[in-house]
C-alpha cells in the first residue's frame, strides 16, 4: 500500500516507521525545511535555538519505552532542575517531582531520530486532498495548486486541528475535528550579557510571559563567546493573541525589561542584549477545555488523522497518537 503522510512532527514520524515496518510503502510530506513540527530549532549566525517546545514528559509506559531509546542514542537527556515561579518580588523556587527532558543537542534530535529510514519531502506544503472515483486512490494537491505525479493508498494527515479540517474538507472526518482549540504564543529568544544565579534554568511565568526557558543551561548546550546565556520567553496565549499588536523593536524591549524585572534579585546588575530572535506560533497549545475526539479513521477512504490535539497535547501525546492510529489500523 502507498501511504501519504502529512507532516514531519513527531506524529506523523512514528506512524510512518510503524507503516514502514509493516512494509508499505511511506512518503512524508512536510511543508517547512526541517522536521519535527512543533520541536523546530533555529540556525542563526549566532546560534541555534529551539523556538518550540521546550522540554517534554513521559508518563505512558509506550512512550517510555521509546524515551529509554533516545536516551541510550544520545538524542534526549533527562533536563535536572528546580523550576522557579514568578512573585511580585521577582522569581523563587518552587520544586516539583516532575521528571523533563530534551532533546541533545536540540529538541529536533529526537524528530531526527525518527526519521531514519524515512522518505521525507520537506519544503512540499500540501493544499488538498482529492479522491478519485475511478480507482479510489488519492491525489494531493500543492500550494502552487499543481498536482503531484504520485497517487496513493491512504492518506494520514497530521497537522494541528485546524490545519487538518481544512485538509480534511469533503471528507467523513472533517465534523470530527473541534474548531478553534489552539492557542498562539510569541517567542522571543534574548542572548544576554551579566551574570545569573545558576539555579534558575526554568521559569513558570505570568500573564505576560507564561515560560522562561535558559537554553544555555540545559544539557549539552555548547557556550558562546559572544554572549553568557540565552534565554527563551514565551509569551502567554492572552499577550500573543493579537500578534500584530507590537513591532518586533518593542516586543525585544517588553522582553529584556521582564527578564530584567524577574531576575533582578538574581543578578548583580541589569542584564545586556546582544541579540534576539522571535517566531511566532499561530498552534501553538491546547485549550484545555474541548473535547478530544481520540481516533480519527475512516477505513473505507483509508484517511486518517492523527497529533498531539488527539491525545492532550504534549510531546508524548503525539507519540500516543500514532500508536494508538497503528494499533486500530493494523492489528
Known sequence: M?????GAGIAGLTFSQLCQQRGHDVTIFEKSRG??????????????????????????????????????????????????????????PSPDNTERYVGTAQMNSIAHSLSTGLNIQVSTEIKALHRTSENNQWRLQDKHDQFLDESFDAVIVSAPAEQSAKLLTGTALKTRIPQQIDEPCWTLALATRGKVNADIQGVFGDNTVAWLSRLSARPQRAASPEYDDLWMLHFSADWSRDKDKHSEDAMVQIGINWLNSKLQQHTHSPLELVHHYRHYWRYARLKSNYEQPKILLDKSSNIAAIGDWLVGGRVEGAYLSALDLAEQWFD
Open 35 to 92: 522536521r519535527g513540527g512543533r520541536l523546530a530549532a533555529k540556525r542563526l549566525d549566532w546560534g541555534t535555538i529551539d523556538i518550540g517546545a521546550q522540554y517534554f514528559t513521559a508518563y505512558d509506559l509506550r512512550f517510555k519505552e521509546q524515551l529509554a531509546t533516545w536516551l541510550q542514542e544520545g538524542a534526549a537527556e533527562r533536563w535536572d532542575f528546580t523550576p522557579f515561579v514568578t512573585t511580585d518580588e521577582g522569581v523563587s
Open 2 to 6: 502507498k501511504v501519504a503522510v502529512i
